[in-house]
């Protein structure tokens, strides 16, 4: 199985949330937050969808690639900056330098916040990828869903009823 940007990040918010996903439970695309990223990357970046190419290699899809100058640039809603964003990203890079390009880069873009971060090449991307594709793959392999991990985050979370069923 090829595993893509989304669970990578997902294995850095939560466990259980890669597991409901990767196991066909999807529910992120009936999301109004995920309908007002993709506004957010249409409206704000539209001169970059003319200017930059999208790419589709092994799992992952990056929306915004200069190929030119090997560069990922990749656009985030959130009105905060999250690991799970940084290692997606590096993720990207890992899957591209598997594939033949050369040291990448990338910048994550955060319209909300005017804020932007550079993610340059680091060798232990590589070393990084790997562990990260083993450890996603055994937990999308367990026999039964992992805990619920009871943080803030849950509120926010596409899961939330679905987790929370007996206790709202
Ligand atoms: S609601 Fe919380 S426990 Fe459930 S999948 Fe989402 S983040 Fe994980």
Not at 17 to 40: C, D, P, R, T, Y
Not at 62 to 83: C, G, L, P, T
Not at 141 to 149: V, W
Request: charged share 30%; net charge negative.
């Amino acid at each position: 199985m090829h595993l893509t940007g989304t669970h990578i990040a997902y294995l850095h918010t939560c466990h259980r949330k890669l597991w409901l996903f990767a196991n066909g439970i999807q529910m992120e695309h009936n999301s109004e937050m995920v309908a007002e990223g993709k506004l957010i990357a249409e409206t704000t970046y539209l001169d970059r969808a003319r200017k930059y190419t999208e790419l589709a290699i092994e799992g992952i899809k990056i929306d915004f690639y200069d190929a030119k100058e090997k560069v990922v640039h990749e656009v985030k809603k959130s009105d905060k900056v999250e690991h799970a964003h940084k290692a997606q990203v590096i993720y990207y890079l890992y899957i591209l330098h598997k594939n033949g390009i050369n040291e990448p880069s990338a910048i994550i873009e955060y319209p909300k916040l005017k804020q932007r971060e550079i993610i340059n090449w680091d060798d232990d991307f590589i070393t990084l990828g790997r562990d990260w594709e083993e450890e996603a793959l055994e937990i999308i392999r367990l026999e039964g869903c992992p805990k619920l991990i009871r943080k803030s985050i849950c509120k926010k979370c596409s899961y939330y009823e679905l987790c929370y069923i007996d206790e709202i």
